[in-house]
């Protein structure tokens, strides 16, 4: 336990120091989860990951897919970022999806040791596919 946390610390830290992190979940995750997403922070992200990756049998690695990444905004402080996304995670929780797929858009900022820090991050699903957003994931390994 007293290792996690030094490990949440340090990236806490690294991540924007005394900024509010934001998350905005997909519609369809807002829909069916607004209570867990009202009051969504670093924590949560940590919490949601831990979970997920606890589930992640040995030596198997996730993967995430970014197509047509791009560049929306640079400014010398911050970078808007964009790209639809695919998230396979060969997990073993029978109830949780193993494939996401959406439109993600990172608000970036520079850290420390060259670090990249996520700000804000909104999430969309793709209306074409089946596939659930990362939203939904978070949410279902946050329960």
Do not use: N
């Not at 992640?56 to 197509?67: A, F, N, R, T």
């Not at 790209?83 to 520079?110: C, K, N």
């Amino acid at each position: 336990r007293q290792r996690q946390m030094c490990i949440r610390d340090r990236l806490d830290s690294a991540s924007a120091p005394g900024k509010l992190y934001q998350f905005e979940p997909s519609g369809q995750a807002q829909a069916r989860y607004a209570e867990l997403f009202a009051h969504w922070d670093r924590a949560a992200e940590y919490r949601s990951f831990t979970a997920m990756m606890s589930r992640v049998p040995s030596g198997v690695v996730p993967e995430l897919l970014l197509i047509a990444p791009s560049y929306l905004v640079q400014t010398p402080d911050s970078v808007l970022f964009q790209a639809e996304y695919q998230l396979y995670v060969p997990h073993q929780a029978s109830d949780i999806p193993q494939l996401s797929r959406g439109v993600l858009r990172w608000t970036l900022l520079p850290g420390r040791e060259g670090r990249w820090a996520i700000l804000r991050w909104s999430d969309r699903e793709l209306a074409d596919t089946g596939a659930v957003s990362w939203s939904v994931l978070k949410a279902l390994w946050a329960r």
